[in-house]
């Protein structure tokens, strides 16, 4: 069985920043794509950043030049640092990771951790 758990999410003033962490665990051999997604009250889930296991990455228009995901392998985590935030950014975000077991490869998702963007 694998896990995926989010932490690093809370309350922060307009301007300022949050780092989320992804850590996976679990029946893990590789650790494929993994990325960041967010869902705000009434609207879809939406891609904020998606990074490879080779290291390349995208970004949602709405983050690029302010978010940065990136991965340490040997920790199989992901993180998500957001800067200059905004109170758009509110929301619940989700981590994603495309994951390899001993039998075969799922899309697994985490929990999802609050963010809340607010004066």
């Known amino acids: 069985q694998v896990q995926l758990l989010e932490s690093g999410g809370g309350l922060v003033q307009p301007g300022g920043s949050l780092r989320l962490s992804c850590a996976a665990s679990?029946?893990?051999?590789?650790?494929?794509?993994m990325a960041w997604y967010r869902q705000a009250p009434g609207k879809q889930r939406d891609l904020v950043a998606r990074?490879?296991?080779?290291?390349?990455?995208n970004y949602g228009l709405s983050v690029k030049g302010r978010f940065t995901i990136t991965r340490d392998n040997a920790k199989k985590t992901a993180y998500l640092q957001m800067n200059s935030l905004k109170p758009e950014d509110t929301a619940v975000y989700y981590c994603?990771?495309?994951?390899?077991?001993?039998?075969?490869?799922?899309?697994?998702w985490g929990q999802g951790t609050q963010v809340t963007v607010s004066s």
């Open positions: 990074i490879t296991g080779g290291g390349s990455v």
């Open positions: 679990g029946n893990v051999f590789v650790i494929n794509a």
């Open positions: 994603q990771a495309d994951i390899y077991t001993d039998t075969d490869l799922n899309s697994y």
